[in-house]
């Protein structure tokens, strides 16, 4: 009979993927919450379209230092104590922005929970990518997005009830109940998982390849053993022990030679992943809906309906993306969303009946959860060598968080500029342009080990193609 040491612990493997894939949770929450939220703050504080976006958008600001800073403090301090300290972060935002009096106190409320969400970008799923074996690296990281989603549709589904609770209220001082309140209650609500997620971390390692790092082998050992068993713990620790007997990295190695490869594929992909307008769809959602004639209800029950579509689409590229590869799914899911960008815009541009545009647009969700939603933060964790991997994970996720920020800080002003039809035609063409860098530039990365992967782009840089240098 197999013992824990020869195969591993499939129980213990899913602990640690599963607790830090919790903050995929609150980032999905907390970045997806706005949807419902923004129109009653607008009307509360009485905005025009460039504060609206504003409103929206402030939280990416945070996003983008906490993405910068979250790689490198973890390199410094280990991963699990920043997870910990974002968890603290969110409870904080929730509650200054769900009591703030105006709008400078929501915004830099909002702003502060971004650096939570930015640095749990960036440690989440690169904690899953260095404690999980090659065989299901994927999957696990996957994990992920996949909570993220699930943060997504829980905050849509949590809207709609406060909407239409709000909605069966009297007016308070002559707003209706959910301008006064009902939005407060949207982003208070993050108080509570915020605090599970501090909890569930407690008991959880720290990363056996950042442990390695500092010089706590046996610890790293025992963590790799547990996880994988003897055999692929006695691999991994040859593999880290030898990338890691290199001189230090430097962060100038990224822009050069295979690795300067590598940060491009990264950052590209991240900033093409937000460019099709994902997330003018997940921040704008009832305004998307109503700009098309729909009703309140209608709109907000439509946003459920999309985050159910994105959380069963997720678990289709979860169990593909280690059979297939990541490649063969985003050229695939992208070529998807390029087409319905396409048809979403012409719906608009007809006057479509609102169901019409409603299938587009969860057309759009399918081939996006089923391949960019996942496959981008799949691939930017492992790309990266492991005496930079903080670091460089930190950059893709800044250029990820800027490219947000654009969408969702711009899409008020187009909308009512030139229109929700050239909007989203804008969109298809970015996917299309993600499409081509894709087929022309993205390595397949699927059953190879990290250390691999580092040791292919450095092959790369001597003129073999980094898909097949170490195969």
Not at 107 to 120: D, E, Y
Not at 419 to 441: E, K, R, V
């Amino acid at each position: 009979m197999m013992t824990e040491q020869d195969k591993g612990s499939r129980g213990y493997l899913a602990l640690l993927a599963g607790g830090a894939a919790l903050g995929g949770m609150l980032f999905g929450y907390d970045t997806a919450v706005i949807s419902g939220a923004i129109g009653y703050l607008k009307d509360h504080f009485h905005l025009a379209a460039d504060m609206t976006g504003w409103a929206a958008s402030s939280l990416l600001i945070g996003c983008m230092a906490g993405a910068l800073l979250g790689g490198p403090l973890s390199d410094k301090f280990g991963r699990k104590p920043l997870l910990v300290a974002c968890a603290l972060i969110f409870a904080l935002s929730a509650l200054g922005s769900a009591f703030a009096p105006d709008m400078n106190v929501y915004s830099w409320s909002r702003l502060f929970g971004g650096l939570g969400i930015g640095a749990v970008s960036v440690l989440s799923p690169l904690y899953i990518a260095e404690v999980s074996p090659e065989r299901v690296r994927g999957r696990l990281v996957a994990l992920y997005q996949l909570a993220l989603v699930v943060g997504i549709l829980a905050s849509f589904f949590v809207n709609m009830l406060i909407q239409r609770y709000g909605s069966t209220l009297p007016p308070v001082q002559g707003e209706s109940w959910n301008v006064a309140y009902g939005w407060r209650w949207m982003l208070g609500v993050l108080l509570a998982p915020s605090a599970l997620f501090a909890l569930v971390l407690i008991p959880l390692p720290e990363s056996p390849r950042w442990l390695m790092k500092r010089g706590f082998r046996d610890r790293a050992e025992r963590i790799l053993v547990r996880v994988g068993g003897m055999a692929a713990a006695r691999k991994e620790m040859a593999q880290i022990a030898e990338s890691l007997n290199e001189e230090e990295g430097k962060l100038a190695e990224l822009f050069h030679g295979g690795f300067g490869r590598a940060m491009v594929i990264g950052t590209l992909l991240a900033i093409f992943s937000q460019f099709g307008g994902i997330n003018a769809i997940m921040y704008y959602g009832p305004i998307l809906f109503t700009t098309a004639g729909s009703g309140e209800d209608q709109a907000f029950l439509s946003t459920v309906i999309i985050g159910c579509t994105n959380l069963l689409a997720t678990f289709g590229a979860i169990a593909l993306v280690d059979k297939i590869g990541r490649k063969t799914l985003l050229v695939g899911g992208v070529s998807i969303q390029t087409a319905a960008l396409v048809a979403v815009a012409v719906s608009y541009h007809l006057n479509a009946h609102h169901y019409l545009l409603l299938a587009f647009i969860i057309m759009f969700i399918i081939g996006f959860a089923s391949s960019t939603g996942v496959v981008t933060w799949v691939v930017i964790s492992e790309i990266f060598p492991t005496k930079l991997r903080g670091v460089a994970m930190g950059v893709a996720v800044l250029a990820l968080w800027a490219a947000d920020y654009v969408v969702s800080q711009t899409f008020p002003m187009l909308n009512e500029g030139i229109g929700p039809s050239n909007t989203f035609l804008c969109y298809a063409g970015c996917c299309l342009a993600g499409l081509i860098f894709t087929i022309l530039m993205v390595p397949e990365t699927k059953g190879r080990t990290l250390e691999e992967i580092e040791a292919s782009w450095i092959h790369g840089a001597s003129g073999d193609s980094p898909d097949n240098a170490t195969k």
